[in-house]
């Protein structure tokens, strides 16, 4: 009797530890989200380690509904460096799932090269938006203008920790 409930508490604990599925925001106007980003956090990934300061993302809408990015940052050594890539749309014309790659055209029609960018916090305004997948590996925080104020960001902070991310990953980008 003592070991079925120790089993089912050590079940019901597993249970709790793990985050619910990622959502994101119910609604995307494409066009109006074009425009400058400003990196205002992230976590931490690999293909952005040249990056030191001004980091930011550029999104133009083009004739075929895909979206060209532009993401540029500066390097230690005070120079940009940029990476242009496409992203579309997964779902419907307000869906905010899309899938975004930097690899080459010619291999579009391979999967792999295809990342997800879940929009998963939009501010109604279109000022700032957090950016994630389904897994919560990577996340964004960006703003349209290179600052965020405290309250909001910390009231991101708030939101982040209730949807399952882990605040302690989280690192501000420099100016």
């Known amino acids: 009797m003592a070991f079925a409930l120790l089993a089912g508490l050590a079940v019901m604990a597993a249970a709790q530890a ?14 109006r989200y074009m425009g400058t980003w400003h990196e205002i956090a992230k976590y931490p990934n ?24 532009l993401n540029r940052c500066k390097t230690d ?5 940029e990476a242009l890539g496409a992203a579309r749309q997964i779902g419907g014309p307000t869906s905010a799932q899309l899938k975004v ?9 391979i999967p792999l090269v295809w990342g997800d ?3 998963v916090e ?3 305004d279109y000022q700032w938006v957090v950016v994630s997948e389904p897994k919560r590996e990577y996340l964004w925080v960006l703003s349209r203008s290179p600052q965020m104020s405290t309250a909001t960001y910390l009231s991101l902070l708030g939101k982040l920790e209730t949807l399952g991310f882990d605040l302690k990953k989280i690192e501000p980008s420099r100016r």
């Open 122 to 124: 939009l501010d109604p």
């Open 101 to 109: 790659r930097f690899a080459p055209e010619w291999l579009s029609f």
């Open 46 to 69: 690999w293909f952005q380690k040249k990056c030191v300061s001004s980091t930011q993302a550029t999104y133009t809408l083009q004739a075929d509904g895909r979206v060209q990015v």
């Open 117 to 119: 960018y879940w929009i």
């Open 18 to 31: 793990e985050p619910e599925p990622l959502q994101t925001v119910p609604s995307l106007d494409v066009p």
């Open 77 to 81: 050594q005070g120079e940009w460096s």
